[in-house]
């Protein structure tokens, strides 16, 4: 509650005060958010309980504001608002036009993420989902990089679709459940008895809403155009965070509103993410911009970890957790360089690229490290992620774990496809001049290399601090299984 | 019921003004007028006063001011008050429109609080009558002499469709007042006695009151209608004949016909709501000019009110109503400020003449956004809000008419981010240079602004008002 509060608040300052003090202000509002979500960590315990509960009556009696932060929650809060101050960090290297207006929208993105991670209540985690989609909307429409906003409105209209069909499901599970009271709470929904017909239907209107966010396969045409025209903040937090807004979905509210027909989504989203694994991978070796290649590869990362959810078993759904982690710092860290070689050389094609190794070392050895942890190397934070998913979805079918494991191979491929082109070899022009990291470049990619590394020795933290929230949910669905059969 | 005579008086006033040639004074007086008026009702409210008219004519009163009556006149007469603080300086409307004004929303009272069929009558024909001519009010133009034609030629037909409706109902049940059409239709619905006669006279009303409202089938008038006419009329017809047609609307069926038994009126109200909201919406986001916008996103919007008749209580249901009307009018206010602004800057009212508003203009580019998110139904605008209230009383009875409700509103995302495209997104290389507003203009925009988000952050300010009053 005071995380939301916090951050409206800095965002709403951060519009008003004049030119030149707008980042300093917007920073210091992510600061303190993270701060005061440290704060929180502290006296924070793990049970799998809602802690920092606070509820109040919203709409009517039916709709509350409700909040309330378990482990999983706690998890997705710290890595917004890490990433939230990282990249504040990462924008503040550039002069934006309408200055204000654009570090004040990146606050309200993150005080409605914020409000989707520790909703309670169905309509007020559709609330802030729609919520989260305005500020995001206007970034990579205003600040777009080609000036075209056609991508951008049909970025808007898919996921509004998709949001739409969850918010008919909502109301849908509300209308069979208590009549008085506190109707959407998320207890309720949860306890919500339907038949087999209406859990297909209602899961479908879920389903559509996160898979479009995620994106799975078939919903994934908004995506690389998406983020390859967007602002690099823009699509830091498309990719780094909004998509986790769709895994956490699948996690805290599709499964267990839908545990009748559960059998049918889990084979139906492993099935899908394996393909988008697959897919994605080939896709990336082929691609030259920079930015579209980690948005495929950024598909294939999601498709796995999808699968892995879609398991519905605790190594599955805590490999999920981690990789969701280390995957938003891996594709901030990402974007964050394309971003500096792009100020540097103006370009972002691969064919162009070359060369920038020799000329700066110190920025080569930060952006291998994010590589090496994209594509999973032992002891950074990809690899037990990864290891984790594989393994759950091994034990799910075999044949489709093989699949899925050759992810390993195809990410190496284009990593260092992508780092090999970009960066080693010779100087690829003959004035070419790539200067090593200044001072304001430094504080950003420290920061995301030191959690590549931390997390990949000790990436235990996170276990802990999700396990008894994610053996909750499993239980939750079982017992409605066991219920019905 | 005194707030009627206030209003009415201030009418008479302002035509004395116009006798007189003292045209300046008109808009004070008439803004006072209806700000007494509104101060009444407010008293009554809140001294939850029900005030019954009686005028005896066969049995029982001919008006009932109870609490949806008196909430429904104050959201009439609150838009007037900003209609006309909204309006350009005495020279481009004389007194004697203003007056007619005040006379049309005398009949918007009316419909609102008729408990007799002959008041429901008298009270659309007032609220239309003095529009046909405002609709003509720009003498000079052939396009405003269209829409004048056009509105009376087709008002007029569809009232006598309304009348030969209240005729049939007479004969088919012997009362013109809401009681007794409430008996009598209870009578039927439990014992299956179908007449014929009454279920085509209902049928007949049906079709009267869903012209006045426009919706579809009944629409074909409104573009046209609302692209011709001044803006002034046009705003007033978007709003405050709408939100009356309304009022009458559910007073009579949900009151007068709600009893029948499987109504035969409801499933045409739901054909037509689900028809309305995905045909308007689709139209819509065809549009080039910025007033056929609106009016066909006015034409899926009432499909939306039309879904609040669905709903099993009454109470719950004329509550929707209000709120979503009381949205719906504040984002058509502010737009049609915004199209008043520009057209006093010599643009026309296509949507290219949005272009580049946002560069110079921020407050006005603010409240539009707010305003186009809170038609769409984005939360934490009273456009969520309202759209949450109906769908939530339509699931239990109709789920697939929400499925149409929500298919439609896909759709409708498109009709609005037309005037993002122009407003905010283009990079066209003269923007528009900041406009010039009045102090009026800029209350209006700011109040409704203020409504759209208040009410959409914390409906529950208004929810307690409701226990209050029902």
């Not at chain 1, 917007?26 to 509960?53: C, E, H, P």
């Not at chain 1, 396990?467 to 949910?473: G, P, T, W």
């Not at chain 2, 407010?42 to 006063?49: A, D, H, M, R, T």
């Not at chain 2, 045409?268 to 709501?273: D, F, G, K, P």
Request: proline share 3%.
């Amino acid at each position: 509650m005071e995380l939301i509060l916090i951050s409206i608040i800095a965002s709403i300052i951060t519009y008003f005060v004049p030119k030149g003090m707008a980042k300093m202000v917007a920073l210091l509002g992510a600061i303190l958010t993270l701060a005061y979500n440290s704060f929180m960590l502290q006296s924070f315990v793990a049970d799998g309980t809602k802690k920092f509960v606070f509820d109040t009556p919203w709409f009517s009696d039916a709709v509350h504001f409700s909040v309330g932060i378990d482990g999983i929650s706690m998890l997705m809060l710290l890595l917004t608002n890490i990433l939230m101050v990282v990249i504040l960090l990462g924008a503040m290297r550039k002069e934006w036009k309408r200055e204000s207006l654009f570090y004040s929208l990146i606050l309200f993105m993150q005080a409605a993420l914020i409000g989707v991670f520790v909703s309670n209540d169905g309509i007020m985690f559709y609330v802030f989902w729609e919520l989260a989609l305005i500020p995001i909307y206007f970034l990579c429409a205003l600040w777009s990089e080609t000036g075209d906003y056609k991508t951008t409105t049909r970025f808007f209209i898919y996921t509004f679709m998709g949001s739409l069909a969850m918010l008919g499901s909502f109301i849908y599970l509300g209308s069979k459940g208590l009549v008085d009271g506190h109707t959407f709470a998320y207890d309720n929904l949860v306890a919500v008895k339907l038949s087999t017909t209406e859990s297909m239907w209602v899961g479908l209107g879920i389903f559509i809403a996160f898979a479009v966010k995620i994106p799975l396969l078939p919903f994934n045409a908004w995506q690389p155009s998406t983020y390859a025209e967007s602002p690099t903040p823009a699509s830091q937090l498309l990719s780094g965070i909004m998509l986790k807004m769709g895994l956490y979905g699948l996690i805290r509210w599709f499964f267990p509103m839908v545990p009748e027909t559960y059998e049918f989504w889990s084979n139906l989203i492993i099935i899908l993410g394996v393909i988008a694994v697959i897919h994605g991978a080939l896709i990336a070796i082929r691609q030259n911009g920079m930015k579209r290649l980690t948005a495929f590869a950024s598909l294939s990362h999601v498709g796995l970890i999808a699968a892995g959810i879609a398991t519905i078993t605790i190594v599955g759904l805590q490999g999920a957790l981690v990789q969701m982690f280390a995957h938003g710092i891996n594709v901030v860290g990402i974007f964050l360089c394309i971003d500096i070689i792009q100020r540097r050389t103006q370009t972002r094609d691969l064919t162009q690229l070359g060369g920038i190794a020799k000329q700066a070392p110190y920025f080569a050895a930060l952006f291998l490290i994010l590589v090496l942890g994209t594509m999973a190397v032992p002891f950074t934070n990809g690899f037990p992620g990864e290891i984790l998913l594989l393994k759950s979805i091994f034990g799910y079918h075999t044949i489709l774990g093989v699949i899925a494991g050759l992810t390993v191979i195809l990410c190496a491929v284009y990593m260092l496809r992508m780092y090999q082109k970009g960066m080693l070899g010779g100087p690829s022009g003959e004035n070419f001049d790539f200067p090593d990291l200044q001072k304001s470049e430094w504080p950003a990619l420290i920061i995301l290399s030191a959690m590549v590394i931390g997390m990949g020795i000790y990436p235990q933290w996170i276990v802990e601090l999700t396990e008894a929230s994610s053996e909750n949910i499993l239980n939750m669905i079982k017992e409605t299984v066991e219920g019905v059969s | 019921m005194i707030a009627l005579i206030i209003i009415f008086v201030g009418a008479l006033l302002c035509l004395y003004l116009g006798i007189k040639k003292q045209e300046s004074f008109s808009i004070p007086i008439a803004l006072f007028t209806l700000a007494a008026a509104m101060s009444v009702t407010v008293i009554q409210l809140l001294s939850k006063e029900v005030w019954p008219v009686e005028i005896k004519m066969r049995a029982g009163g001919m008006m009932l001011f109870d609490f949806s009556s008196q909430l429904f006149s104050l959201l009439l007469m609150l838009s007037l008050f900003l209609i006309l603080l909204s309006l350009k300086p005495v020279k481009t409307m004389g007194a004697d429109l203003l007056g007619l004004l005040m006379f049309s929303l005398c009949g918007g009272i009316l419909l609102s609080g008729f408990t007799h069929l002959v008041m429901m009558f008298l009270g659309i024909e007032i609220l239309s009558i003095p529009l046909y001519v405002l609709a003509g009010a720009n003498k000079k133009y052939a396009s405003s002499n269209e829409a004048a034609i056009k509105y009376f030629l087709m008002g007029a037909f569809s009232t006598a469709i309304l009348l030969m409706g209240c005729a049939f109902i007479y004969g088919g049940t012997g009362s013109l007042d809401l009681e007794g059409l409430n008996k009598a239709s209870y009578m039927m619905g439990h014992m299956n006695l179908a007449t014929p006669l009454v279920f085509s006279g209902v049928l007949l009303i049906l079709v009267g009151l869903l012209f006045k409202v426009a919706a579809i089938p009944f629409h074909f008038w409104s573009p046209d209608v609302y692209e011709g006419s001044p803006n002034r009329a046009t705003v007033f017809m978007a709003t405050i004949v709408k939100a009356a047609a309304f009022a009458g609307f559910i007073r009579l069926f949900a009151v007068g016909f709600g009893e029948l038994k499987e109504p035969v009126w409801m499933n045409a109200v739901i054909v037509s709501s689900a028809i309305s909201i995905i045909l308007g919406n689709a139209a819509a986001s065809m549009q080039t000019n910025a007033k056929r916008l609106l009016a066909y996103s006015g034409i899926a919007q009432t499909g939306y009110m039309l879904i609040a008749f669905v709903g099993v209580d009454f109470s719950d249901n004329v509550w929707n109503l209000l709120i979503y009307l009381t949205g719906y009018i504040s984002a058509t206010l502010v737009v049609f400020t915004i199209i008043d602004i520009l057209d006093s800057e010599g643009k026309t009212s296509d949507l290219k003449a949005f272009e580049g508003l946002g560069v110079n203009n921020k407050g006005l580019t603010f409240a539009l956004i707010v305003a186009m998110f809170s038609m769409i139904g984005i939360p934490l605008t009273i456009g969520f809000v309202g759209k949450y209230a109906i769908l939530t009383a339509a699931f239990y009875v109709k789920p697939w008419l929400v499925v149409a409700a929500l298919v439609g509103s896909a759709i409708g995302i498109g009709v609005y981010f037309n005037f993002f495209k122009y407003a905010v997104m283009s990079r066209t290389d003269n923007p528009l240079p900041k406009l010039n507003t009045t102090a009026g203009q800029k209350i209006t925009i700011a109040f409704c602004t203020l409504v759209i988000l208040l009410i959409g952050a914390m409906p529950m300010v208004i929810a307690n008002f409701k226990e209050l009053f029902f």
